[in-house]
């Protein structure tokens, strides 16, 4: 469960966990497949910081994108990628009826972190009636804030 960051993030973990080098990577994309009630909540079909993760394998960087499962693949009738540890492996531009699927608009270059800050700004511009003050939590201190037992 979880959206394109959480799954990059994940897999980035425990890419190290077992001692393969990791990175995230994040770019824009226009989901022109994209569900119409997701369409009205986002106000549009570009998603901004589209995560995904670069492993080094054999001395180079490759891409892969643990973002849709099987069964959803099957649900918007495009097939699942494939993670061969050799070739990039990123969203396809059309479904298998020749639908166009997923466009790369802006390529926001790999990182060794999530950088927060840049997303929650991006999503402030791109999606204002959905980011929530709150949740900045780059402030506060959350021990003083402890309440003692």
């Known amino acids: 469960r979880g959206y394109c960051v959480s799954k990059a993030v994940l897999l980035a973990a425990v890419?190290?966990?077992?001692?393969?080098?990791s990175r995230?990577?994040?770019?824009?994309?226009?989901?022109?497949?994209t569900t119409p009630h997701l369409k009205m909540l986002m106000g549009t079909d570009l998603f901004v910081y589209h995560g995904y993760?670069?492993?080094?394998l054999n001395g180079r960087w490759v891409k892969a994108t643990p973002a849709f499962n099987r069964s959803l693949c099957e649900?918007?009738?495009v097939k699942p990628l494939a993670f061969d540890g050799v070739n990039d492996s990123v969203f396809q531009a059309?479904?298998?009826?020749?639908?166009?699927?997923?466009?790369?608009v802006r390529d926001h270059g790999a990182y060794a972190d999530v950088p927060l800050g840049d997303i929650v700004e991006s999503f402030k511009q791109h999606y204002p009636h959905l980011v929530v003050e709150s949740v900045l939590v780059n402030e506060g201190d959350f021990e003083h804030?402890?309440?003692?037992?």
């Open 24 to 33: 995230l990577g994040f770019a824009d994309v226009r989901n022109h497949l």
């Open 15 to 21: 890419s190290r966990a077992v001692g393969i080098p």
């Open 75 to 77: 649900r918007f009738n």
């Open 145 to 149: 804030e402890a309440q003692p037992l």
């Open 94 to 104: 059309y479904d298998v009826l020749g639908n166009r699927h997923l466009e790369y």
């Open 53 to 56: 993760t670069e492993l080094f």
